[in-house]
């Protein structure tokens, strides 16, 4: 297992829960303020909180996003949390319709107020949930890692169902819970805030 993962500083991001998760998993971080370093790292994280527009302006008034988009095709291990998932789709609606990344085709929408029985929801969705894995597509994450910590207004629609490799149940409504192309994956939870099943995701997502 490399020892090291570099983590852009993203000041929206929860960086701080982030941090301690792999203090305690004694494994060294690098947090990238320069972009010109991402193509240097072997393991990319990026947190994201916020609103989808913010964090792709974000990206792009600071020169993240290309750096990032050159990352992508050289096929080193990618985590996108919660809105770090989103921005992998081809655009959110949120606030506006904004393009992201495309590197999994789908868009994210926002949660509907009511259920497929017509039941009125909350929004956000801030619940610990049970998630399922998609049994067709092996991978790491294929075991443990059960309950997450989700908060969030806006879910991802993949076009493609090998592209999930979780979903989990809020109100009868099925959210896409974790993504994957190749190796660049995409949680809607939020591992670092997830306790003991958090911290398994984060030690195999170091095993990629």
């Known amino acids: 297992m490399i020892k090291e993962v570099s983590i852009i500083n993203y ?4 960086i701080l829960s982030l ?12 947090l990238i303020d320069n ?26 008034n600071n020169n993240f996003f290309k750096e990032m988009q050159e990352y992508f095709y050289l096929n080193k291990p990618y985590l996108g949390i919660c809105l770090g998932m989103q921005v ?30 017509n039941k009125i929801i ?12 998609n049994k067709r597509v092996n991978h790491v994450f294929n075991v443990g890692c059960k309950y997450m910590y989700f908060v ?10 090998n592209d999930i490799l979780a979903y989990t149940d809020y109100e009868d409504i099925k959210i896409c819970a974790l993504i994957k192309k190749r190796n660049i994956i995409g949680c809607q939870f939020h591992p670092e805030k997830s306790g003991k ?3 398994k995701f984060l030690k195999d997502f170091m095993t990629l």
Request: glycine share 8%; net charge positive; aromatic share 12%.
């Open 88 to 117: 992998l789709l081809d655009n959110s609606e949120e606030l506006e319709k904004t393009p992201g990344f495309g590197i999994v085709k789908g868009n994210v929408i926002k949660l509907p107020n009511k259920n497929n029985s």
């Open 197 to 199: 099943d958090g911290l």
């Open 35 to 60: 972009p010109r370093e991402i193509k240097k790292s072997n393991r990319l994280i990026f947190p994201g909180v916020g609103t989808f527009p913010k964090a792709i302006n974000f990206l792009k």
């Open 122 to 133: 909350k929004i956000p969705h801030i619940n610990w949930n049970l998630i399922f894995y």
């Open 11 to 14: 000041p929206y991001g929860n």
């Open 152 to 161: 969030h207004s806006y879910y991802a629609i993949p076009n493609e169902k």
């Open 19 to 30: 941090i301690r998760a792999f203090d305690y998993l004694k494994i060294k971080i690098n």
